[in-house]
C-alpha cells in the first residue's frame, strides 16, 4: 500500500473539543453522527439526509446549522452533483457570522475569481503527476477510452453547470454546452459522443452530444429528473443509469425502446459500471447497512452476485484489463483482481493508494497505470 505524495483535502473533519458525550449539547452529537455517516460508512446520500434534519431541526443553533450545511455540500460534491455549489454559496452569503464553516466554504464556490480544484493523476506508486487543466470548480471527470480526452463537469455561481472537454494531449478546454444545468458526463464506448444528464427537464433527462462539439445535444432516454447515467456496455447496445429519491436510488438498462431494471430493491444502489467485455457490472449499494461494493453478471450471462469490497465502498472502476476493479473506500483507492471464467473469482480487496479524497468522479487510465483525480485547493 503506497502513501498518497500529496494528501487531498478530506470532505469532512470531525468537529474538534475535548468535551464528552455526555456534555455536549445534543446538536453536536447528532452532527457527530452524521458526520460518521459521512466518513466512516460512507454513505454520502444517508449523510445528507441527516444533515437536512439537523438544519431543519437546529435552527437556533447558526454554527451546528452552517457546519451541517457545509458537509452537505461536501457530500454533493463528492457524488459530483452541481447542488454542492448551491449550499456552498447559501452558507457564505447566509452564515457571514459564522468564520469557521464560511473558510470551508469558500474556496469550493464557482466563481471566476477563486477557484477551487485541478486535475492531477497519481500513479500506481502514489506519486501525484500535475496536468496543466487550468483551475475551474470540476464536479466530475471522465476519461475517453483512448485516454487522450476527459469529459469534466464545471460548476459555476448559482449552482450552474455545464459539460466541458479537457484534451489531455493539446492542453485545451472545450465547453460543449451552455443551458446551465448540465452534468454527469460520461463517454460512449466509440469516444464520438457524451452521454450527460440535464440537473432541470423533467422529461428526457439524459441526453447525448458529439464529443466535438459539432452538434447540439439530442434528447436519449426520458426517465425522470433524478436519472443519472453512469455506463455504457462495450457494444453500445445497454446504457446504465441510476434513479430515484436520496434514500432508495435503483439501478436500470436502457437499450430501446422502454428501460428495464436491473437491480430494485427498498435498498440505495448506484453508479453501475459495466466490465470492458460487457460481461459483468460492478456497483455500489447498501443493502448490508453501509455502502458496499457488488458484483452482478449482465442481462444474458447468468444468475449470481458476489460482494466485492470488505469494509465498505463506492465509486467502482474496471482496469480495461477485466482483471482489476478499483473502487474508494473514504480515503483510500482499493484494488480486487478478478477472473470471470472459467469459473468467477473475486480477490480479496487490497489498498493500493491512501490519502486520497476525490472531488467528485475519478477515472482510471487505459493501461491500469494512473488515476485522473479532482484535487481541492486546501481551505
Known amino acids: 500500500m503506497r502513501k498518497a505524495a500529496t494528501r487531498f483535502v478530506l470532505a469532512g473533519v470531525l468537529l474538534a473539543g475535548g468535551a464528552t458525550a455526555q456534555s455536549r449539547k445534543q446538536q453536536d452529537i447528532d452532527l457527530q453522527a452524521a458526520i460518521r455517516t459521512q466518513n466512516v460508512d460512507g454513505d454520502l446520500t444517508g449523510a445528507i439526509q441527516q444533515y437536512r434534519a439537523i438544519v431543519s431541526k437546529y435552527t437556533e443553533d447558526r454554527a451546528v446549522m452552517a457546519m451541517a450545511l457545509v458537509h452537505m455540500a461536501d457530500c454533493y460534491r463528492k457524488m459530483g452533483d452541481a447542488e454542492a455549489q448551491k449550499i456552498y454559496e447559501r452558507v457564505v452569503r447566509d452564515f457571514a457570522d459564522q468564520k469557521e464553516a464560511v473558510a470551508r466554504a469558500r474556496p469550493n464556490l464557482g466563481s471566476t475569481g477563486g477557484l477551487s480544484s485541478t486535475l492531477v493523476w497519481l500513479d500506481r506508486e502514489g506519486r501525484e503527476h500535475p496536468s496543466p487543466a487550468p483551475p475551474r470548480p470540476y464536479l466530475s471527470a471522465r476519461l475517453s477510452p483512448d485516454g487522450q480526452r476527459a469529459a469534466v463537469a464545471i460548476g459555476a455561481p448559482g449552482g450552474q453547470c455545464d459539460i466541458w472537454v479537457y484534451d489531455l494531449q493539446r492542453a485545451t478546454l472545450t465547453r460543449l454546452t451552455f443551458q446551465g444545468d448540465r452534468g454527469f458526463p460520461i463517454w460512449a464506448p466509440d469516444g464520438q459522443r457524451i452521454t450527460f444528464r440535464s440537473t432541470n427537464v423533467e422529461t428526457a433527462t439524459i441526453f447525448s452530444l458529439p464529443a466535438d462539439g459539432s452538434g447540439p445535444p439530442e434528447p436519449l432516454l426520458a426517465a425522470g429528473a433524478d436519472a443519472t ?34 437491480v430494485e430493491t427498498q435498498f440505495n444502489e448506484y453508479g453501475a459500471e459495466f466490465s470492458p467485455d460487457g460481461r459483468w457490472i460492478a456497483y455500489a449499494s447498501n443493502e448490508s447497512g453501509r455502502l458496499e461494493i457488488y458484483l452482478r453478471p449482465a442481462p444474458g450471462v447468468g444468475p449470481g452476485k458476489w460482494q466485492v469490497s470488505a469494509l465498505g465502498g463506492t465509486m467502482p472502476r474496471w482496469a480495461r484489463s477485466g482483471q482489476e476493479l478499483f473502487y474508494l473506500d473514504r480515503d483510500r483507492v482499493m484494488v480486487v483482481a478478478f477472473e470471470g471464467s472459467p469459473t468467477v473469482r473475486v480477490g480479496v480487496p487490497r489498498a493500493l493508494l491512501e490519502g486520497i479524497a476525490a472531488g467528485g468522479d475519478y477515472d482510471v487510465s487505459p493501461d491500469g497505470k494512473r488515476f485522473l483525480f479532482i484535487k481541492r485547493a486546501a481551505p
Open 229 to 262: 447515467p453512469t455506463s455504457w456496455s462495450p457494444d453500445g447496445k445497454l446504457l446504465a443509469f441510476h434513479q430515484g429519491g436520496p434514500r432508495q436510488r435503483n439501478i436500470w438498462l436502457w437499450g430501446g425502446p422502454e428501460p428495464k431494471p436491473f
